[in-house]
RNA sequence: UGGGGCGUGGCCAAGUGGUAAGGCAGCGGACUUUGGAUCCGCGAUUCGCAGGUUCGAAUCCUGCCGCCCCAGCCA
């Protein structure tokens, strides 16, 4: 192995990790490492929910402990079944195993309520009639403290009456709230008396209508975690503000107590990771649903073709720190080409077919050749591709009017058919009305037969083929980025990353001609059409017509040379 | 004007007082029946800035600057 190979076998050192080999030295934990991935079940996950999946899981791998999947689901107007599912079916797809350790908050609403009559008993907690907007008032201020609760010194019993009756359904929504009695001046907002539980009168997808009164995140995520014996709760940095309280009810209750720790979130250059932002893409049609090819939901990374591999090994490469970063996408490209050019087989597609006929090869004659299923993996074998006289080529591999370095086809140039001959073309049709070349007429050499010249001559191109009479009709969804800018939020005063949405995110291609080798080939498996780019089924194929979405382009070299031809003349 | 964080090459990110890893991107070149892949080579005299401590500082101290988060009965 190179010394500069990153497997997910010798993770790369960051602060996490040495808080945690700190806990296991110290013995803080017993030796145990116990971690939790905690979604809430209100949308779907997407890449910046794998960068803490991978690191949940992955950090419990490799000290030889746990993650949980605990579904953080507190706010019945808000969660639902159909989230459940699809995060469990992507937490799976990515590859981690939580084995029998499916957790709900919602299993705890009967613990935590016996909790908060305990810290009653402590005169920690009261009830509290101020409305919410009274409560944002009272709230104080970021630089000003704020004002204590006409209610905050009830008595114990009284708190604990009414807490009780808010249980049973007594009060509105809204009307009454239980909160912890710390510091109203605190300078950390949420210190000043957070709300423990609200009032709502709202089915919840697990508990049904047993409860009215749900608890907070800050009142269920730490006594949660305690209660499931995680060592480590690994969140995102807007937590950090409440760590303090995350803390306190954990000593005051005395229980089993975690360790908060927070790093940066991901962001991804040209696209965006909030399911803020994300739910406006679906909801107003700027995307054709979650999983949407182009959206960077798991279930769209899933359909456009990402492996799992690529996904875990980015995650590992982009590290864990706890600073604010803008990650560039051409890293997570890289990181599927990289697993998709050692798995996928190489396959022939022309995508904007430009018929070709070889004069000199007889009609009706086919041959089969052999051709390498992946260069790369001589154990994936060969396959047969048929030729004859009629054949397609891509509109892009001609040009009537080659540019300097230009290597493929061109008005007598030689270029050769991977796998096939070596074709010179010797004449262009054209439509009489538009000037557009419709057809062109090559001959063969019989001599290079598999593609190799005898007399040793040089061929600079190799173009890939199609035999017209035997190739497949398919549909191909070309996707480029969702957004122009790497930071889609950068839009012009008064606008919003929605200005920022690329036009040409998806362009579809009906007329596209694939080698029979595809036919019966499944949803969802991956190819590399030779020279453009790795490709995958989409679920829309039917029996006769198959419909693949570009996954990632190959690099192209020759677009770069070209740009660069082009600048220079424009100097 | 409160509190909590963060600042290492274009983008990530190691480094924890001993003289700046690695990856991505970029740029050269080799090789090539994918202008793919692969291979080789090239970048910080410098770690936000300014002082200070020290034989020695990205690492310690002081001050300053910049960016992010917090005023949901969301998570």
């Known amino acids: 192995m190179r010394k500069t190979d990153r497997t997910a076998s010798t993770p790369s050192s960051n602060f996490i990790r040495d808080i945690i080999e700190e806990d296991l030295r110290t013995d803080r934990y017993g030796g145990r490492v116990h971690t939790r991935f905690p979604p809430e079940p209100n949308g779907y996950l997407h890449i910046g929910h794998a960068k803490s999946i991978c690191l949940n899981f992955g950090l419990a791998a490799d000290y030889g402990g746990l993650c949980n999947l605990r579904f953080d689901d507190t706010n019945p107007t808000k969660e639902e079944i159909e989230y459940v599912e699809s995060i ?11 084995g029998d350790r499916e957790f709900y908050a919602s299993d705890y609403f009967e613990q935590l309520y016996e909790y908060a009559v305990q810290l009653i008993k402590k005169g920690k907690a009261y009830v509290c009639d101020l409305s919410p907007e009274e409560i944002r008032e009272y709230r104080g201020t970021l630089t000003e403290p704020g004002k204590e609760s006409p209610y905050r010194n009830r008595s114990v019993e009284e708190n604990l009456d009414l807490f009780e009756r808010m249980r049973a359904g007594e009060f509105e929504d809204g009307s009454r709230t239980l909160r912890a009695k710390i510091d109203m001046a605190s300078p950390n ?30 009142w269920a995520h730490g006594q949660s975690d305690s209660i499931e014996g995680i060592t480590h709760s690994i969140c995102t940095l807007e937590f950090e503000d409440h760590r303090p309280l995350y803390d306190w009810f954990l000593d005051q209750l005395g229980i089993h107590h975690p360790r908060q720790i927070e790093f940066a979130r991901l962001n991804l250059s040209y696209t965006v990771l909030s399911k803020r932002k994300l739910r406006i893409l679906v909801e107003e049609g700027h995307v054709n649903g979650w999983d949407d090819p182009r959206m960077p939901t798991l279930s769209g990374l899933r359909r456009r073709g990402y492996t799992p591999e690529s996904i875990r090994d980015f995650c590992e490469r982009i590290g864990v720190a706890r600073a604010d970063s803008l990650v560039d996408i051409a890293l997570l490209e890289h990181c599927l080409r990289e697993d998709l ?11 904007r077919p430009l018929r070709m006929v070889i004069d000199n090869y007889p009609e009706g004659q086919v041959e089969w050749f052999d051709a390498v299923n992946n260069p790369e993996d001589p154990g994936m074998g060969t396959r047969k591709v048929p030729f004859s006289r009629v054949l397609y080529i891509e509109q892009d591999d001609f040009r009537e009017d080659p540019p300097k370095k230009w290597f493929r086809l061109a008005p007598g140039r030689e ?10 073309c010797v004449q262009v049709v054209k439509d009489e009305q538009t000037g557009e070349v419709v057809e062109l007429h090559c001959t063969y050499d019989p001599e290079t037969r598999g593609g190799a010249a005898p007399d040793g001559r040089k061929v600079r191109g190799t173009l890939h083929w199609v035999s017209a009479a035997h190739a497949l009709e398919a549909e191909v969804r070309l996707y480029n980025r969702l957004f122009t800018k790497a930071d889609p939020d950068d839009a012009p005063e008064g606008l919003d990353f929605r200005a920022n949405l690329n036009p040409n995110s998806l362009e579809v291609l009906t007329e596209c001609r694939v080698e029979p080798s595809l036919a019966g080939a499944e949803v969802g498996s ?18 006769g017509k198959l419909v693949f979405n570009r996954t990632v382009p190959l690099r192209d070299t020759w677009a770069k040379i070209e740009r660069k031809i082009k600048e220079q003349r424009g100097k």
């Open 88 to 98: 469990k079916e992507d937490v799976r797809w990515l590859g981690f195993d939580w």
């Open 189 to 218: 907002m949420n210190m000043r008396d957070p709300v423990m539980y609200r009032i709502l009168h709202a089915t919840h997808h697990r508990t049904g209508d047993k409860w009215c009164i749900y608890p907070t995140y800050d």
């Open 341 to 351: 050019n050692k798995r996928a087989p190489r396959v022939m597609a022309v995508l």
């Open 415 to 424: 270029v050769r058919l991977k796998h096939a001959y070596l074709v010179t």
């Open 526 to 543: 991956h190819y590399q059409f030779l020279r453009l780019g790795y490709f995958c089924v989409d679920p829309d194929s039917l029996a």
